[in-house]
Each structure stands twice: as C-alpha cells, then as structure tokens.
C-alpha cells in the first residue's frame, strides 16, 4: 500500500470506498489470472462494520478487518489511503488527496461504492445538536457519541432517539440495556416499528417497552434545538442527548460529478448496476439507486451491498472482454434487529418478505449476532478464494425492461442484450 499511486498507468478498475460492497468487489477482481490492474481507495485504513456501529457507541469494538493494507497486502489490488476530492468523468479521473498532497487516478471504469451516512440535514438543527451513528470521529460521530454518553453515566439523562427504524430502535435499545436508569425516549414520524410486517413490529415494540423505552408515535420533527425537540404538532421534548436516525443520505460526489442520482444523492443505474447516464461507472450498496427489479428489495443491507459489489466485479470483467451477463438479482435470507440485549429475528422469502415466524428476545440477540459474523465471513471467503463466492437468486432476473420506441413498438438497448 503507498498513499498515492506510484505510477500514471491507468487503472483497469478502480473500486472507490472499501465498504462491505467495495471491499467485495476488490477482492473479487483480484484473481491473479485476470491480469487487472485494480486499485481500491478509501479514506481510511480499517475496515469499518456498520451493522455493529451501535455496539461502537458504547464502548470501543475491536476491528475484525484492523488493516485494510495488510489485509489485501497479498493480493494484487492497490490499496489507496486517501480521499476523493472530485470525479472527472470525461476523462475518466479522479482527484484525490493524501497527506496534503493531491494527485489525479485514471481509469477505464469506475465502481462507486462510497455507501451512505445519516441524513443530518432534513430536519432543522440535527446537524448541530443531535448525534449520528456513523463512523470516523467527528464531533458528532459514534466515537463522540461514545464519549458523550460516558460523560452521562450514572446520572437519570434524557436522551431522545429519532427515526423509529432499525438504526434508531438498535441505539434506543443499546443505551437503555447499557444504562438502564437513562430515560430513553423513541420518536417517529409514524409507528415505531411498522417498516415490515405486523408480526415484526410487535415484537419490536414489545422488547422495546420490555427495557423500559418510552414510544412516541406520529410525531413528525420539525426543529431541533440545543436541548429541546419541536414537532410539527408543536409538543416539545426535552433531552439532554439526541441520536438523529431519520434518513440516510450517499455523499454528494457523484451528483457534483454530473451522474444522474436520486434525491438521496445514489447513483441511478439499470439492473446492470451501471449508471444509466455513465456506463464507464457502476455503483453498489448504499450508493446506488436500480431502475427495475434486483429480485428481493434492494433495500440498504450488509447483504445488499456484499452481493452488489461481486455483480459489480463480474459487470466490470464482462465489460473488459466485450460480453454482457445477466441483470442483477438476488435473494434474502433473514433479517435481524438487535434491541439492546434483545433482538427481532425473521426468515424472509426470496422476495424479502418476513415468514414462519418472528423470534425475539436473547436468543434471537445471539443469533442476530452469528448472522453479522456470517457477512464478514463472506468477505473472508472471497479474499481466501477469488471468485469462489455465489448466492441465491442470482438468475432470478433473465429478462431487462423494454425500452419504447418513437413508433410504438418496444426493444432492448443494444448494450443491455444477453
């Protein structure tokens, strides 16, 4: 690893953000026999699980993958520590800064993988007095979140967590089993809880009121203040901490460069995950927005944004040598929600719909917890075995939308054809 590139050759491939789905979609192209010359960029070092982020908020989690350099230090990949200033899609640039300096990386094509954060600037005051679990160590990180909370211990705190989905239920639920004498307040929009199915949902709720957080439902946030929430009714709820969950937003890179996103800022691609307005450039996980059916929802996940970076990989190769595969699509397994020392766990179809039954409490909690060490271990797998790495559902889409033409018929773009 170097923290800018030694050379001006430029890239095959460059993977940018070393996520769950970039870190996937790199090591996937570093099959020796390939022949690619492939660079993965990232800001920092470690590799950071954001599904175990609210553990990090109370208490320092050892990193699984400490390393990145030294993780990949026996592949072929080009590990960059460094950030990325700009995307020059004409040509096929990106500018980026290490240690002050700044240098510029060429490639042929692009997989954007920069993921998403939490969404601090739709509400009024959010970015300035409320919390987010997110990584690094800014002022309003899960690091200082950490720190903040460890300055309330063992006092009666009030302490607010915004959202009412998983993000938010995982951080109500962590702060009030860690500190059970907290007054741990849940507010949402709508019903805390009702983002899947009725079974999942009372289960939820029920393990949330079991640890003793109180449930504020249908309230809408219109302000935050320095110690004080206002609704959109006009209640007001005084806190002493907030945790912001509502919304999720990708970084605003891809929009500045001139590709087509949505109103999240994700990069719009057809179900070949490419970019529907620069093909040279596929994104994945968070950062990406399909236009058509992926199978099962491609809702933000682990699991999502893992699979998507090894079609990723597997769109690049095709594009290299001139072919085209199938669209992308997969299947789910099952979802787990972690409430403190308690969790909700759920088999889902193929099409991510909750089934046979909803287990909670402490087993499910456990089970919740093998589950997040599988996702890594897929990783592991791939970077022991290139290319070895499958999953369900991966032919379930054989056919591409059509596309209508002036004269009333319909056909396939000629680049998307199988």
């Given at each position: 690893?170097?923290?800018?590139?030694?050379?001006?050759?430029?890239?095959?491939?460059?993977?940018?953000?070393?996520?769950?789905?970039?870190?996937?979609?790199?090591?996937?192209?570093?099959r020796?026999?390939?022949?690619?010359?492939?660079a993965?960029?990232?800001a920092?070092?470690?590799?950071?699980?954001?599904?175990?982020?609210?553990?990090?908020?109370?208490?320092?989690?050892?990193?699984?993958?400490?390393?990145?350099?030294?993780?990949?230090?026996?592949?072929?990949?080009?590990?960059?520590?460094?950030?990325?200033?700009?995307?020059?899609?004409?040509?096929?640039?990106?500018?980026?800064?290490?240690?002050?300096?700044?240098?510029?990386?060429?490639?042929?094509?692009?997989?954007?993988?920069?993921?998403?954060?939490?969404?601090?600037?739709?509400?009024?005051?959010?970015?300035?007095?409320?919390?987010?679990?997110?990584?690094?160590?800014?002022?309003?990180?899960?690091?200082?979140?950490?720190t903040?909370?460890?300055?309330?211990?063992?006092?009666?705190?009030?302490?607010?967590?915004?959202?009412?989905g998983?993000?938010?239920?995982?951080?109500?639920g962590?702060?009030?089993?860690?500190?059970?004498?907290?007054?741990?307040?849940l507010?949402?929009?709508?019903?805390?809880?009702?983002?899947?199915?009725?079974?999942?949902?009372?289960?939820?709720?029920?393990?949330?009121?079991?640890?003793?957080?109180?449930?504020?439902?249908?309230?809408?946030?219109?302000?935050?203040?320095?110690?004080?929430?206002?609704?959109?009714?006009?209640?007001?709820?005084?806190?002493?901490?907030?945790?912001?969950?509502?919304?999720?937003?990708?970084?605003?890179?891809?929009?500045?460069?001139g590709?087509?996103?949505?109103a999240?800022?994700?990069?719009?691609?057809?179900?070949?995950?490419?970019?529907?307005?620069?093909?040279?450039?596929?994104?994945?996980g968070?950062?990406?927005?399909?236009e058509?059916?992926?199978g099962?929802?491609?809702?933000?996940?682990?699991?999502?944004?893992?699979?998507?970076?090894?079609?990723?990989?597997?769109?690049a190769?095709?594009?290299?040598?001139?072919?085209?595969?199938?669209?992308?699509?997969?299947?789910?397994?099952?979802?787990?929600?972690a409430?403190?020392?308690?969790?909700?766990?759920?088999?889902?179809d193929?099409?991510?719909?909750?089934?046979?039954?909803?287990?909670?409490?402490?087993?499910?909690?456990?089970l919740?917890?093998v589950?997040?060490?599988?996702?890594?271990?897929f990783?592991?797998?791939?970077?022991?075995?290139?290319?070895?790495?499958?999953?369900?559902?991966?032919?379930?889409?054989?056919?591409?939308?059509?596309?209508?033409t002036?004269?009333?018929?319909?056909?396939?773009?000629?680049?998307?054809?199988?």
């Open positions: 690893m170097s923290s800018l590139p030694a050379s001006d050759k430029p890239y095959d491939v460059v993977v940018l953000g070393a996520g769950y789905g970039g870190l996937m979609a790199a090591l996937r192209l570093s020796r026999q390939l022949g690619l010359h492939v993965l960029i990232n920092e070092d470690q590799f950071v699980e954001r599904v175990r982020l609210q553990e990090a908020m109370i208490a320092p989690v050892r990193p699984r993958i400490p390393s990145l350099a030294a993780y990949l230090a026996a592949t072929p990949v080009h590990f960059i520590q460094a950030r990325a200033r700009s995307i020059d899609l004409a040509r096929n640039s990106i500018t980026i800064e290490a240690g002050g300096l700044v240098r510029e990386v060429e490639f042929s094509q692009l997989i954007y993988a920069l993921g998403s954060r939490v969404d601090a600037d739709n509400a009024p005051g959010a970015s300035q007095h409320a919390f987010r679990l997110d990584p690094g160590e800014g002022p309003r990180s899960a690091a200082a979140l950490r903040a909370l460890g300055q309330l211990a063992g006092r009666p705190a009030r302490v607010l967590a915004v959202g009412g998983p993000l938010s239920i995982e951080a109500a962590e702060v009030k089993t860690t500190w059970p004498n907290m007054d741990v307040t507010v949402s929009a709508t019903r805390a809880g009702d983002f899947i199915s009725p079974k999942v949902q009372t289960v939820l709720r029920r393990d949330l009121t079991r640890l003793g957080v109180t449930l504020v439902d249908d309230e809408r946030v219109r302000e935050i203040r320095e110690n004080e929430l206002v609704t959109a009714s006009g209640r007001r709820l005084s806190f002493d901490l907030c945790i912001w969950s509502a919304g999720m937003r990708a970084p605003s890179l891809a929009r500045r460069a590709l087509k996103v949505d999240q800022d994700r990069v719009v691609v057809g179900t070949d995950l490419r970019s529907v307005s620069h093909p040279s450039v596929i994104a994945v968070d950062s990406a927005h399909p058509g059916s992926t099962a929802p491609f809702r933000p996940s682990a699991l999502t944004a893992a699979v998507s970076g090894v079609y990723a990989a597997e769109q190769l095709a594009r290299a040598a001139g072919s085209t595969i199938r669209p992308f699509s997969f299947s789910t397994f099952a979802q787990a929600i409430i403190g020392r308690y969790a909700a766990l759920f088999p889902l193929a099409n991510d719909n909750p089934i046979l039954f909803v287990l909670g409490g402490r087993v499910a909690r456990g919740r917890d589950l997040v060490w599988l996702v890594l271990h990783i592991t797998f791939e970077r022991l075995m290139p290319g070895v790495q499958t999953w369900p559902g991966r032919n379930r889409a054989t056919a591409r939308p059509r596309v209508r002036a004269d009333g018929g319909s056909t396939v773009p000629s680049d998307e054809r199988s």
